[in-house]
């Protein structure tokens, strides 16, 4: 079916990989580190632009080891998460497309992909292909019905500043991103769910935002290793994402949007919310 087909086309989304550091190096380091996490300013879209662009041919690969990314859990938020996407649904920070054999396409009416990256773009069209061949080829000639594809749209656009402008007030049903605002570190991530709050349908509509983020650990020792490591990482092999953002306040702090459902995984190493529009 289509939801195997691009499982086996695609590697999975995985989160941004832990430094490892000498226990030594730590243990000195830290002592000039504050007890606060430094502030994180992730990649401004120009240079996020730019950066995925050189990563799209090959970021499938390096993004993780599929087994991995089950273990870690994450292939299973995806699927309990994306699955809940209906109607006019809008993905930001769409990337290859990793996210597209998640959804429930029976639900959807249309999909639009946003991304910043020309490159990024690309790649997902090519899974986008891939699926549109796989149902033609399984269509029975015998039956009038078939695995329904929505229409689908891509949009080359900044989503910390553009979305109201390019698509108006109201305009989805749900809004889904992963992994991308931390990319964005947190001024961009805030301005980006700004955004996000503007362009989805208030929740008397059954407007939804579904977000799988990573975000800084409930454990002591991981939180503090992440407040340790993250710019690091973020330089060193994370591509531009600070990974120990506090989601779940920068969702607070977004002007009329509330949290209906917030779960951790793999101890609140990434999390999962389903936020709405209560304004």
Do not use: H
């Amino acid at each position: 079916d289509t939801k195997t087909f691009i499982a086996r086309q695609s590697r999975r989304k995985n989160i941004s990989t832990i430094m490892t550091l000498p226990l030594l190096s730590i243990i000195t380091t830290a002592t000039t580190i504050a007890s606060a996490p430094p502030p994180s300013f992730g990649l401004s879209p120009q240079d996020a632009s730019r950066s995925y662009d050189t990563y799209a041919p090959s970021y499938d690969d390096l993004d993780g080891d599929a087994t991995v990314s089950s273990l870690l859990g994450i292939d299973a938020a995806r699927d309990r998460l994306f699955r809940k996407a209906s109607g006019r649904v809008l993905e930001i920070g769409v990337g290859t497309g990793l996210n597209l054999y998640k959804y429930d396409l029976r639900r959807i009416t249309s999909l639009t992909l946003v991304d910043i990256s020309t490159g990024m773009i690309q790649q997902a069209n090519k899974k986008v292909e891939a699926i549109m061949m796989n149902v033609t080829d399984a269509t029975d000639a015998t039956t009038t019905t078939t695995n329904t594809i929505p229409p689908i749209e891509f949009v080359l656009a900044d989503a910390t500043t553009e979305l109201q402008t390019r698509f108006g007030t109201d305009a989805f049903d749900t809004v889904v991103d992963s992994f991308s605002l931390c990319v964005m570190g947190n001024p961009g991530a805030q301005r980006c769910l700004s955004q996000m709050a503007k362009v989805v349908k208030p929740n008397k509509d059954g407007g939804r935002i579904l977000l799988l983020e990573n975000t800084r650990s409930d454990n002591d020792f991981l939180g503090w290793y992440q407040d340790l490591t993250a710019d690091a990482a973020a330089n060193a092999g994370g591509k531009g994402c600070v990974y120990n953002q506090d989601v779940s306040s920068l969702i607070r702090k977004t002007d009329g949007l509330i949290i209906m459902n917030e779960i951790p995984y793999t101890a609140g190493l990434f999390r999962s919310f389903e936020c709405s529009k209560i304004k």
